[in-house]
C-alpha cells in the first residue's frame, strides 16, 4: 500500500509499505477521504513538540472497515466509518470523569502514531464511529 511519510520535518516521502493486518480488538480500514489541517502542516514543519517520527500523519479521515481484529463485535466489514483519532486508555482518573483528551496516555492518531494519509489504517475498534 502507499503510505505519505513525514520521514522528519520537512521531508515527505511516498512510500510502499505491507498492507497491516489488525490485531485484537482493531480493525483495518480502507480509506477513501483524509483531511488536512493546521496540525498536519505543523508536523511537516516540525512544529509540534508531540508528534515522532517518522509518522503517517492524517487524524481526520473516514473509510470502509475491510477486516476486523479477534473480539470485535462492535464493528463489521463494510461499515463506512468516521475514525476519532484521540485514543485514550479509559480507566486513568482524566477518563474516569469524562475528559479521555487529557488521559495519561493519551496517543492521536497521526500525531503520536500512524494516521490516516494511507491506503489502509489500522485502528481500535472502538474509534470507529457508524457513517451510513
Known amino acids: 500500500m502507499k503510505s505519505i511519510l513525514i520521514e522528519k520535518p520537512n521531508q515527505l516521502a511516498i512510500v510502499e ?15 477513501k477521504l483524509a483531511g488536512i489541517c493546521g ?8 512544529h509540534n513538540p508531540f508528534a515522532k517520527y517518522p509518522r503517517v500523519i492524517g ?6 472497515i475491510d477486516a476486523v481484529g479477534e473480539g470485535v463485535e462492535s464493528a463489521r ?11 485514550s486508555c479509559g480507566h486513568c482518573y482524566p477518563c474516569s470523569i469524562g475528559k479521555p483528551n ?4 493519551l496517543a492521536v492518531l497521526g500525531v503520536h502514531a500512524d494516521g490516516g494519509f494511507s491506503e489502509y489504517a489500522v485502528v481500535p475498534a472502538k474509534k470507529c464511529v457508524e457513517n451510513s
Request: proline share 7%; with cysteine; charged share 25%.
Open 77 to 87: 466489514v463494510g461499515e463506512r466509518v468516521a475514525v476519532d483519532p484521540v485514543v
Open 59 to 64: 487524524h481526520e479521515f473516514f473509510g470502509v
Open 17 to 31: 509499505r505491507e498492507i497491516p493486518t489488525p490485531s485484537a480488538g482493531e480493525v483495518r480500514v480502507k480509506v
Open 102 to 105: 487529557v488521559c495519561t496516555t
Open 39 to 46: 496540525s498536519d502542516s505543523h508536523i511537516y514543519r516540525g
